[in-house]
């Protein structure tokens, strides 16, 4: 279900404006506000789901959907070849700072190890 005052619901329902590069009946993907790579793309879920930290044994779909769908970004994006990140922030320890399940999908530049 969707929540009226999350940032990334508000993203899918268009009540803000992102520059979408991907989406379909379960899946939105689209640019990071703020990059921290050449290529910086966020991969949702249109359900709202806090995190990783609240997925059930039902959700492997879901899961499947948003990794494939990365995947296929990184070769549109030309980056499946010289590598790249595939990073989930999951709760506060995490670094998570939207509580909307995402999945960032970072490259076009080495990637340090490990994260800070
Ligand atoms: P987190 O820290 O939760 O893993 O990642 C949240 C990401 O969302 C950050 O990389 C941040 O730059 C991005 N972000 C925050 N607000 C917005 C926004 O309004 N629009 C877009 N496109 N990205 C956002
Ligand atoms: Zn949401």
Not at 17 to 43: M, N, R, S, W
Request: net charge negative; with cysteine.
């Amino acid at each position: 279900m969707s929540d009226p005052i999350c940032l990334f619901c508000r993203i899918i329902r268009r009540e803000l404006p992102a520059t979408v590069v991907y989406e379909d009946d379960e899946v939105l993907a689209f640019q990071d506000i703020a990059p921290k790579a050449p290529v910086h793309l966020l991969i949702v879920p249109k359900r709202h789901v806090e995190g990783l930290q609240a997925l059930e044994d039902g959700d492997a779909g879901l899961i499947g959907s948003l990794f494939a769908c990365l995947t296929r970004l990184a070769r549109e994006r030309g980056v499946a070849r010289s590598g790249y990140r595939a990073v989930v922030n999951a709760g506060a320890d995490g670094g998570q700072s939207v509580l909307h399940l995402h999945l960032h999908l970072l490259g076009g530049r080495p990637m340090d190890w490990p994260p800070g």
